[in-house]
């Protein structure tokens, strides 16, 4: 045998199809391509394992091209969420933003009844003086706070009681404080 004969016999392989039917269809397919049946099937099994390596190489990238697509709906649904608790919080806010003010025209008419009991320059100090004090406190006894504000609590007819029990009054209908027990709570 010639160098070319091995060459050509080593270079061959020999294909059996299970049915002679099949064998006229590539014989068919190979002559519609215009190729001889030895080059239509190197063709179509080259192109079988191109497809198969690039199907290796591309088969991580889809699943980090799918990893992608989920953590990014996933972030859709997390700034969705979060768009959602900022509407509360706002909507939180501007709830703590009307009681804010209701509770400053609150203190404001506690303000002007005081004034108009005593006054003005009185009123105005026992008002700011007790809620300050009240603040610091939280809990007070009743009579600690007219002991501490000077007044005649044994009269209860004086106008300083009077000016007090009012402010207290006024300020348990404004819910600032509550009275339980012989205690002021502030609220």
Known sequence: ???????????????YLPTNKMVDK????????GLSRSQYVQNIVEK???????????????????DIEREQKQLKKDALSQQEQIKILGS?????????????????????QVIMLGSSNEGIDILSDII????????????????????????TGSESVKVVNQLLEDMVNFNLIKRSNG?????
């Open 1 to 15: 045998m010639t160098k070319k004969q091995v060459s050509i016999k080593r270079r061959s392989v020999s294909v």
């Open 183 to 187: 205690e002021i709570i502030w609220v």
């Open 92 to 112: 939180l806010t501007d709830e703590v933003e009307r009681e804010q003010k209701q509770i400053d025209n609150d203190i404001l008419d506690v303000s002007k």
């Open 26 to 33: 590539w014989k068919r397919l190979a002559e519609k391509a």
């Open 132 to 155: 300050d004090f009240l603040k610091e406190r939280d809990v007070v006894e009743e009579q600690e706070l007219l002991d501490i504000f000077c007044v005649d609590h044994g009269n």
């Open 48 to 66: 079988y394992i191109k497809t198969e390596e690039a199907h290796r190489i591309l088969s991580p990238l889809y699943k980090e091209l799918d």
